[in-house]
Protein backbone atom coordinates (compact mmCIF):
# COMPACT_ATOMS: atom_id res chain seq x y z
CA UNK A 1 0.00 0.00 0.00
CA UNK A 2 3.20 2.12 0.88
CA UNK A 3 4.80 1.27 -2.29
CA UNK A 4 1.54 2.36 -4.31
CA UNK A 5 1.17 5.96 -2.32
CA UNK A 6 4.37 6.55 -3.31
CA UNK A 7 4.28 5.49 -6.99
CA UNK A 8 1.12 7.45 -7.12
CA UNK A 9 3.14 10.58 -5.75
CA UNK A 10 5.81 10.39 -7.89
CA UNK A 11 3.39 10.36 -11.00
CA UNK A 12 1.71 13.10 -9.95
CA UNK A 13 4.80 15.22 -9.25
CA UNK A 14 5.72 13.82 -12.74
CA UNK A 15 2.36 15.43 -14.11
CA UNK A 16 2.89 18.44 -12.60
CA UNK A 17 6.51 18.65 -13.31
CA UNK A 18 5.23 18.66 -17.67
CA UNK A 19 2.91 21.15 -17.35
CA UNK A 20 4.81 23.69 -15.55
CA UNK A 21 7.57 22.76 -18.80
CA UNK A 22 5.03 22.99 -21.25
CA UNK A 23 3.70 26.37 -19.46
CA UNK A 24 7.10 27.73 -18.90
CA UNK A 25 7.68 26.83 -23.02
CA UNK A 26 4.66 28.56 -24.04
CA UNK A 27 4.98 31.17 -27.09
CA UNK A 28 3.29 34.04 -25.63
CA UNK A 29 4.45 37.55 -26.16
CA UNK A 30 3.19 40.82 -24.19
CA UNK A 31 0.79 42.58 -26.28
CA UNK A 32 -2.01 44.72 -26.38
CA UNK A 33 -4.91 43.90 -28.66
CA UNK A 34 -7.55 46.53 -29.47
CA UNK A 35 -11.21 45.17 -29.59
CA UNK A 36 -13.41 47.96 -31.50
CA UNK A 37 -17.21 47.74 -31.59
CA UNK A 38 -20.23 49.53 -32.26
CA UNK A 39 -22.50 48.96 -29.36
CA UNK A 40 -21.95 50.41 -25.54
CA UNK A 41 -21.20 49.49 -22.59
CA UNK A 42 -23.59 47.14 -20.86
CA UNK A 43 -24.64 45.81 -24.29
CA UNK A 44 -24.51 42.00 -24.68
CA UNK A 45 -21.95 42.74 -27.38
CA UNK A 46 -19.77 44.49 -24.72
CA UNK A 47 -20.41 42.01 -22.35
CA UNK A 48 -19.21 39.33 -24.52
CA UNK A 49 -16.00 41.27 -25.69
CA UNK A 50 -15.49 42.00 -21.90
CA UNK A 51 -15.69 38.12 -20.99
CA UNK A 52 -13.46 37.47 -23.93
CA UNK A 53 -10.98 39.87 -22.88
CA UNK A 54 -11.20 37.94 -19.26
CA UNK A 55 -10.28 34.74 -20.55
CA UNK A 56 -7.92 35.80 -22.66
CA UNK A 57 -6.01 37.36 -19.80
CA UNK A 58 -6.47 33.96 -17.69
CA UNK A 59 -5.15 32.01 -20.36
CA UNK A 60 -2.53 33.43 -21.09
CA UNK A 61 -1.06 34.93 -17.19
CA UNK A 62 -2.07 38.39 -17.99
CA UNK A 63 0.62 38.74 -20.52
CA UNK A 64 -2.05 39.72 -23.57
CA UNK A 65 -4.16 42.72 -22.56
CA UNK A 66 -7.36 42.92 -24.92
CA UNK A 67 -8.56 47.01 -24.83
CA UNK A 68 -12.15 47.32 -25.28
CA UNK A 69 -13.02 50.42 -27.74
CA UNK A 70 -17.12 50.15 -27.15
CA UNK A 71 -19.91 52.56 -28.90
CA UNK A 72 -17.55 53.11 -32.35
CA UNK A 73 -15.16 55.36 -31.13
CA UNK A 74 -12.85 54.21 -33.45
CA UNK A 75 -15.07 54.47 -35.95
CA UNK A 76 -17.92 52.69 -37.98
CA UNK A 77 -18.20 49.13 -38.90
CA UNK A 78 -17.18 49.67 -42.18
CA UNK A 79 -13.63 51.78 -40.69
CA UNK A 80 -13.22 48.92 -38.04
CA UNK A 81 -13.07 46.39 -40.86
CA UNK A 82 -10.22 48.40 -43.11
CA UNK A 83 -8.54 48.55 -39.76
CA UNK A 84 -8.00 45.44 -39.65
CA UNK A 85 -6.79 44.55 -42.46
CA UNK A 86 -4.44 47.10 -41.93
CA UNK A 87 -3.61 45.68 -39.05
CA UNK A 88 -3.46 49.15 -36.81
CA UNK A 89 -6.72 47.55 -34.90
CA UNK A 90 -6.84 43.95 -33.73
CA UNK A 91 -10.46 42.32 -33.12
CA UNK A 92 -13.67 43.19 -33.52
CA UNK A 93 -17.54 41.85 -33.97
CA UNK A 94 -19.79 43.36 -36.24
CA UNK A 95 -23.12 42.21 -38.40
CA UNK A 96 -22.22 39.39 -40.60
CA UNK A 97 -23.55 40.44 -43.39
CA UNK A 98 -21.62 43.30 -43.68
CA UNK A 99 -18.85 41.32 -44.64
CA UNK A 100 -20.77 40.65 -47.90
CA UNK A 101 -18.02 43.60 -49.11
CA UNK A 102 -15.71 40.96 -48.69
CA UNK A 103 -17.18 38.10 -49.37
CA UNK A 104 -20.55 38.44 -51.34
CA UNK A 105 -22.25 35.53 -49.71
CA UNK A 106 -22.16 36.98 -46.37
CA UNK A 107 -25.22 38.60 -47.50
CA UNK A 108 -27.40 35.68 -46.98
CA UNK A 109 -27.23 36.55 -43.27
CA UNK A 110 -29.09 39.65 -44.13
CA UNK A 111 -32.13 38.23 -45.99
CA UNK A 112 -35.57 39.07 -44.71
CA UNK A 113 -37.37 36.41 -42.38
CA UNK A 114 -34.58 33.82 -42.88
CA UNK A 115 -34.51 32.28 -39.25
CA UNK A 116 -37.11 31.42 -36.96
CA UNK A 117 -34.95 31.04 -34.01
CA UNK A 118 -31.53 32.09 -32.62
CA UNK A 119 -31.35 28.56 -31.77
CA UNK A 120 -31.43 27.70 -35.31
CA UNK A 121 -29.34 30.56 -36.40
CA UNK A 122 -26.18 28.82 -34.15
CA UNK A 123 -26.76 25.52 -36.14
CA UNK A 124 -26.15 26.96 -39.30
CA UNK A 125 -23.78 29.17 -38.05
CA UNK A 126 -21.71 26.75 -36.42
CA UNK A 127 -21.70 24.20 -38.73
CA UNK A 128 -20.56 23.69 -42.07
CA UNK A 129 -22.32 26.63 -43.97
CA UNK A 130 -21.11 29.31 -41.06
CA UNK A 131 -17.63 27.50 -41.12
CA UNK A 132 -17.07 27.66 -45.03
CA UNK A 133 -17.96 31.39 -45.10
CA UNK A 134 -14.99 32.75 -42.51
CA UNK A 135 -12.79 30.75 -43.93
CA UNK A 136 -12.84 32.99 -46.92
CA UNK A 137 -12.30 36.05 -45.41
CA UNK A 138 -8.44 34.81 -44.78
CA UNK A 139 -7.32 35.99 -48.33
CA UNK A 140 -9.61 39.07 -47.29
CA UNK A 141 -7.00 40.46 -44.28
CA UNK A 142 -9.77 39.15 -41.80
CA UNK A 143 -9.58 35.84 -39.29
CA UNK A 144 -12.75 34.42 -38.53
CA UNK A 145 -13.11 33.39 -34.86
CA UNK A 146 -16.87 32.54 -34.30
CA UNK A 147 -20.33 33.77 -34.53
CA UNK A 148 -22.29 35.74 -31.19
CA UNK A 149 -25.96 36.78 -31.10
CA UNK A 150 -27.15 40.19 -31.86
CA UNK A 151 -30.63 39.21 -32.20
CA UNK A 152 -33.67 40.08 -34.45
CA UNK A 153 -34.03 43.50 -35.61
CA UNK A 154 -37.47 45.90 -35.17
CA UNK A 155 -38.18 48.94 -36.69
CA UNK A 156 -38.66 52.54 -34.83
CA UNK A 157 -40.02 55.70 -35.64
CA UNK A 158 -40.63 59.22 -34.31
CA UNK A 159 -43.66 60.01 -36.71
CA UNK A 160 -46.63 57.44 -36.10
CA UNK A 161 -47.14 53.97 -35.04
CA UNK A 162 -46.47 51.29 -37.35
CA UNK A 163 -50.15 49.09 -37.17
CA UNK A 164 -50.47 48.17 -41.28
CA UNK A 165 -47.11 47.00 -43.71
CA UNK A 166 -47.98 49.60 -45.77
CA UNK A 167 -47.53 52.37 -42.95
CA UNK A 168 -43.39 52.64 -43.11
CA UNK A 169 -43.79 54.02 -46.70
CA UNK A 170 -42.37 57.75 -46.43
CA UNK A 171 -40.56 57.25 -43.61
CA UNK A 172 -36.96 57.85 -43.43
CA UNK A 173 -35.16 54.68 -42.20
CA UNK A 174 -31.11 54.65 -41.20
CA UNK A 175 -29.75 51.42 -42.39
CA UNK A 176 -26.36 49.29 -42.01
CA UNK A 177 -24.26 50.34 -44.90
CA UNK A 178 -24.57 47.68 -46.98
CA UNK A 179 -26.59 47.35 -49.86
CA UNK A 180 -29.29 44.51 -49.04
CA UNK A 181 -30.56 46.41 -46.16
CA UNK A 182 -31.10 49.83 -48.72
CA UNK A 183 -32.85 47.41 -50.93
CA UNK A 184 -34.98 45.81 -48.28
CA UNK A 185 -36.29 49.13 -47.21
CA UNK A 186 -37.14 50.60 -50.53
CA UNK A 187 -39.07 47.72 -51.13
CA UNK A 188 -41.26 48.33 -48.31
CA UNK A 189 -41.69 52.00 -49.41
CA UNK A 190 -39.03 54.00 -47.11
CA UNK A 191 -36.30 55.89 -48.05
CA UNK A 192 -33.35 54.60 -46.37
CA UNK A 193 -30.40 56.47 -45.49
CA UNK A 194 -27.47 54.36 -44.65
CA UNK A 195 -25.48 55.74 -41.83
CA UNK A 196 -22.22 54.61 -40.03
CA UNK A 197 -23.89 53.62 -36.20
CA UNK A 198 -22.33 56.16 -33.85
CA UNK A 199 -23.99 59.02 -36.28
CA UNK A 200 -26.96 57.39 -35.93
CA UNK A 201 -28.43 59.02 -32.46
CA UNK A 202 -27.77 62.50 -33.51
CA UNK A 203 -29.48 61.68 -36.82
CA UNK A 204 -32.16 60.77 -34.81
CA UNK A 205 -32.14 64.01 -32.34
CA UNK A 206 -31.77 66.15 -34.88
CA UNK A 207 -35.06 64.61 -36.74
CA UNK A 208 -32.43 64.08 -39.85
CA UNK A 209 -34.07 61.00 -40.15
CA UNK A 210 -37.81 59.88 -39.01
CA UNK A 211 -36.37 56.14 -37.54
CA UNK A 212 -33.95 53.03 -37.65
CA UNK A 213 -33.98 49.42 -37.63
CA UNK A 214 -31.97 47.41 -34.92
CA UNK A 215 -32.58 44.61 -32.19
CA UNK A 216 -34.19 45.45 -28.53
CA UNK A 217 -31.00 45.62 -26.77
CA UNK A 218 -29.11 47.86 -29.19
CA UNK A 219 -32.45 50.33 -28.99
CA UNK A 220 -32.44 49.73 -25.01
CA UNK A 221 -28.75 50.31 -24.45
CA UNK A 222 -28.04 53.55 -26.94
CA UNK A 223 -31.16 55.28 -25.38
CA UNK A 224 -33.12 55.39 -28.68
CA UNK A 225 -36.32 56.05 -26.56
CA UNK A 226 -34.76 59.55 -25.46
CA UNK A 227 -35.76 60.19 -29.28
CA UNK A 228 -37.62 57.76 -30.84
CA UNK A 229 -41.94 56.99 -29.95
CA UNK A 230 -42.70 53.92 -31.67
CA UNK A 231 -41.31 50.75 -31.59
CA UNK A 232 -42.54 47.77 -34.10
CA UNK A 233 -41.87 44.15 -33.63
CA UNK A 234 -41.26 43.06 -36.91
CA UNK A 235 -38.56 40.70 -36.70
CA UNK A 236 -36.97 41.03 -40.18
CA UNK A 237 -34.35 40.51 -39.67
CA UNK A 238 -32.10 37.94 -37.53
CA UNK A 239 -28.64 39.44 -36.88
CA UNK A 240 -25.42 36.68 -35.91
CA UNK A 241 -22.11 38.60 -35.29
CA UNK A 242 -19.05 37.78 -36.68
CA UNK A 243 -16.29 37.73 -34.10
CA UNK A 244 -12.82 38.97 -35.89
CA UNK A 245 -9.22 39.30 -36.04
CA UNK A 246 -6.82 41.34 -38.19
CA UNK A 247 -5.04 38.44 -40.55
CA UNK A 248 -2.08 40.47 -39.76
CA UNK A 249 -2.60 40.19 -36.13
CA UNK A 250 -3.09 36.21 -36.78
CA UNK A 251 -0.06 35.32 -38.79
CA UNK A 252 2.32 37.20 -36.20
CA UNK A 253 1.25 35.16 -33.36
CA UNK A 254 2.77 32.07 -32.10
CA UNK A 255 0.23 28.42 -32.02
CA UNK A 256 0.40 28.64 -28.64
CA UNK A 257 -1.16 32.47 -28.89
CA UNK A 258 -3.84 31.53 -31.85
CA UNK A 259 -5.11 28.42 -28.96
CA UNK A 260 -5.72 31.35 -26.50
CA UNK A 261 -7.44 33.28 -28.73
CA UNK A 262 -9.54 30.38 -30.12
CA UNK A 263 -10.35 29.00 -26.91
CA UNK A 264 -11.41 32.59 -25.97
CA UNK A 265 -13.35 32.84 -28.76
CA UNK A 266 -15.53 29.78 -28.01
CA UNK A 267 -16.03 30.18 -24.38
CA UNK A 268 -16.83 33.55 -24.93
CA UNK A 269 -19.67 32.68 -27.36
CA UNK A 270 -21.46 30.45 -25.16
CA UNK A 271 -21.88 33.11 -22.15
CA UNK A 272 -22.60 35.74 -25.06
CA UNK A 273 -25.31 34.03 -26.61
CA UNK A 274 -26.56 32.98 -23.45
CA UNK A 275 -26.32 36.67 -22.62
CA UNK A 276 -27.87 38.18 -25.41
CA UNK A 277 -30.82 35.84 -25.43
CA UNK A 278 -31.59 36.83 -21.72
CA UNK A 279 -31.42 40.55 -22.22
CA UNK A 280 -33.80 40.32 -25.69
CA UNK A 281 -36.51 38.88 -23.09
CA UNK A 282 -36.74 41.96 -21.13
CA UNK A 283 -35.26 44.85 -23.13
CA UNK A 284 -39.06 45.51 -24.53
CA UNK A 285 -40.59 45.83 -21.34
CA UNK A 286 -37.72 48.31 -20.29
CA UNK A 287 -38.22 50.37 -23.47
CA UNK A 288 -42.07 50.35 -23.04
CA UNK A 289 -41.70 51.85 -19.46
CA UNK A 290 -39.36 54.14 -21.08
CA UNK A 291 -42.15 55.80 -22.84
CA UNK A 292 -41.90 53.97 -26.19
CA UNK A 293 -45.46 52.65 -27.95
CA UNK A 294 -44.84 49.48 -28.70
CA UNK A 295 -46.59 47.56 -31.13
CA UNK A 296 -46.70 44.11 -33.37
CA UNK A 297 -48.28 43.52 -36.91
CA UNK A 298 -50.92 41.08 -37.41
CA UNK A 299 -50.13 37.65 -39.63
CA UNK A 300 -52.09 39.26 -42.35
CA UNK A 301 -49.86 42.54 -42.54
CA UNK A 302 -46.45 40.16 -41.67
CA UNK A 303 -47.52 38.12 -44.95
CA UNK A 304 -47.59 41.79 -46.88
CA UNK A 305 -43.96 42.78 -45.29
CA UNK A 306 -42.78 39.05 -46.86
CA UNK A 307 -44.20 39.19 -49.91
CA UNK A 308 -42.82 43.13 -50.49
CA UNK A 309 -39.21 41.84 -49.78
CA UNK A 310 -39.51 38.84 -52.00
CA UNK A 311 -37.99 40.64 -55.04
CA UNK A 312 -34.96 41.55 -52.73
CA UNK A 313 -34.30 38.17 -51.69
CA UNK A 314 -34.68 36.87 -55.31
CA UNK A 315 -31.93 39.44 -56.28
CA UNK A 316 -29.68 38.70 -54.18
CA UNK A 317 -30.13 35.12 -54.36
CA UNK A 318 -29.27 35.42 -58.35
CA UNK A 319 -26.02 37.97 -57.45
CA UNK A 320 -24.36 35.60 -55.44
CA UNK A 321 -25.16 32.29 -57.01
CA UNK A 322 -28.04 30.33 -56.39
CA UNK A 323 -26.30 26.90 -55.42
CA UNK A 324 -25.33 29.04 -52.21
CA UNK A 325 -28.91 30.04 -51.37
CA UNK A 326 -30.09 26.41 -51.63
CA UNK A 327 -27.05 25.16 -49.68
CA UNK A 328 -28.08 27.38 -46.94
CA UNK A 329 -31.60 26.64 -47.31
CA UNK A 330 -31.16 22.79 -46.80
CA UNK A 331 -29.18 23.79 -43.64
CA UNK A 332 -32.15 25.56 -42.53
CA UNK A 333 -34.31 22.63 -43.36
CA UNK A 334 -32.03 19.89 -41.52
CA UNK A 335 -32.00 21.92 -38.43
CA UNK A 336 -35.97 22.10 -38.09
CA UNK A 337 -36.21 18.67 -38.52
Not at 88 to 95: A, P
Not at 181 to 186: A, E, T, V
Amino acid sequence: MKGSKQKWLALAIAAFAALAAAGAGAQVKERTLKFAFQNQTGHPQAQGAQKFADIVAAKSGGKITVKLFPGGTLGGDLQTVSALQGGTVELTVLNAGILSAQVREFAVFDFPFLFNSGKEADAVTDGPFGQKLMARLDDKGLHGLGYWDLGFRNLTNSKRPIAAADDIAGLKIRVIQSPIYIDLFSALGANPAPLPFPELYPALDQKAVDGQENPNTTILASKFAEVQKYITQTRHVYNPQALLVSKKTWDGMSADERQILTEAAKDSTVFQRAASRSAADSALEALRRAGMTVSELPPEEMEKLRAKVKPVIDKYSASMGEATVTELMAEIAKVRK
